[in-house]
Antibody, heavy 119, light 112 residues
Framework: EVQMEQSGAEVKAPGESLRISCKAS????????IGWVRHMPGKGLEWIGL????????RYSPSFQGLVTMSADKSSNTAYLQWSSLKASDTAIYFC????????????WGQGTRVTVSS | DVVMTQSPRTLPVTPGEPASISCRSS???????????LDWYVHKPGQSPQLLIY???SRASGVPDRFSGSGSGTDFTLRISRVEAEDVGVYYC?????????FGQGTRLEIK
């Protein structure tokens, strides 16, 4: 059974760093693109980017390039999203999802990680 | 990049009535293999987003058959034959082969 298990909620101060995780199970982690999505309070869904764990190829949405870093660890079947210096505007729920073969959608999603950035 | 335009932005529907959401793409999503690479998702309150439709008209596993997708090229439609209270949420279309992906602005389905 495919599962995407995300790390728990985080409360951070502005300027702090953060790494959240998405642990995959039930399939060959290296062979599927994983995407990250942001949902800010009261706003629509936004794609942050994609990462291919097999070779760590990353594709960032222009709006997020340079603001976050995606990575993946094949030894632990875990994808990561990290910030070096958080801002209040990073407050959101972040979802990871697996892209299916042949561009047939993102079927498996994590439960989401709530990130709150507040002084 | 492909830009997706959805309408309406808000859709109030009486339970049991049908509903329809339009999605227009700035570029054709029709591939030479005959498939239109367009997904539909719903994001319900307090839940993770859910894939409803892929390649424009194929229902994802577990999606009720009252959901259907149609269209080709640049114009697509998601239809719900009989809306239920559990269908409340924001519906998004997405060009499936764009990397990284982008969502349309979303259509909020509300129950009257």
């Amino acid at each position: 059974e495919v599962q995407m298990e995300q790390s728990g909620a985080e409360v951070k101060a502005p300027g702090e760093s953060l790494r959240i995780s998405c642990k995959a199970s039930g399939y060959n982690f290296a062979n599927y693109w994983i995407g990250w999505v942001r949902h800010m309070p009261g706003k629509g869904l936004e794609w942050i980017g994609l990462i291919y764990p097999g070779d760590s190829d990353t594709r960032y949405s222009p709006s997020f390039q340079g603001l976050v870093t995606m990575s993946a660890d094949k030894s632990s079947n875990t994808a990561y999203l990290q910030w070096s210096s958080l801002k209040a505007s990073d407050t959101a729920i972040y979802f990871c999802a697996r892209q299916e073969d042949f561009w047939t959608g993102f079927y498996f999603w994590g439960q989401g990680t709530r990130v709150t950035v507040s002084s | 990049d492909v830009v997706m335009t959805q309408s309406p932005r808000t859709l109030p529907v009486t339970p049991g009535e049908p509903a329809s959401i339009s999605c227009r793409s700035s570029q054709s999503l029709l591939d030479t293999n005959g498939f239109n690479y367009l997904d539909w998702y719903v994001h319900k309150p307090g839940q993770s987003p859910q894939l409803l439709i892929y390649v424009a008209s194929s229902r994802a596993s577990g999606v009720p058959d009252r959901f259907s997708g149609s269209g080709s090229g640049t114009d697509f439609t998601l239809r719900i034959s009989r809306v239920e209270a559990e269908d409340v949420g924001v519906y998004y279309c997405m060009p499936a082969r764009q990397t990284p992906p982008t969502f349309g602005q979303g259509t909020r389905l509300e129950i009257k």
